[in-house]
Each structure stands twice: as structure tokens, then as C-alpha cells.
Nanobody, 122 residues
């Protein structure tokens, strides 16, 4: 059974930091590209960041470039998102998602987690 379980969300003051994690099981994690996607209340999904299968290539949305860092630990089937200098507009549900190649298209992700909530207080 495929599972992606996010953790690490919470309440933080603007300017603070959080580290999100995503624990993967039930599929060959090291063969998949991984992304973080967020959805703010009343808005559509927004792709945040991507990392390729071996961790050697990453991409970021302009809105988080320079503040967020994506990483992965293939030995432990875990994905991370280090979020620094958080802003109120970063408030959203954050999801990890797996795909066979780089994509920002929701329908092209093979697996999704249930999400972890991030609330940034201004």
C-alpha cells in the first residue's frame, strides 16, 4: 500500500521557520521525482518545489525561491522542505507528491499525501 505521510506543520510567527517531512512507503521512493504542492484556503493548488530522483536537481516557485529548501533521503524514504523567513502568504496545506518526471500538473502526480497545515501569523 502506497503511503505518503507529511508532518512538521504548525503555527509560526512571520519570519520564523518550519521543517516539513514526508515519509514514503509502498513504492520505490528513490525512483520517483518528488514535489511539494500547497493549497491556501479558497485557492487552487500551487506547486512549490521539486526534486529529482537522486536529489541532484531542484526547482522552486518564484514565491519561495531563496527561502525554501527541498531535500530527500533515499536511504530513509523521506522528503523534506526547510522553510525559512516565512510569510503570512505561505499559510496553506502542504502536500508531498510523487511523479515519474518533473511536472507541475496535478493530474500527472502518481501519489499524494494527506497534507500538513502551515499557519504563519503576521
Amino acid at each position: 500500500q502506497v503511503r505518503l505521510v507529511e508532518s512538521g506543520g504548525g503555527l509560526v510567527q512571520a519570519g520564523g521557520s518550519l521543517r516539513l517531512s514526508c515519509a514514503a512507503s509502498g513504492f520505490t521512493f528513490s525512483s520517483y521525482y518528488m514535489s511539494w504542492v500547497r493549497q491556501a484556503p479558497g485557492k487552487g493548488p500551487e506547486w512549490v518545489s521539486f526534486i529529482n530522483a537522486d536529489g541532484g536537481s531542484t526547482r522552486y516557485a518564484d514565491s519561495v525561491e531563496g527561502r525554501f529548501t527541498i531535500s530527500r533521503d533515499n536511504a530513509n524514504n523521506t522528503l523534506h522542505l526547510q522553510m525559512n523567513s516565512l510569510k503570512s502568504e505561505d499559510t496553506a496545506m502542504y502536500y508531498c507528491a510523487a511523479s515519474r518526471s518533473f511536472t507541475r500538473t496535478r493530474d500527472e502526480y502518481d501519489y499524494w499525501g494527506q497534507g500538513t497545515q502551515v499557519v504563519v501569523l503576521s
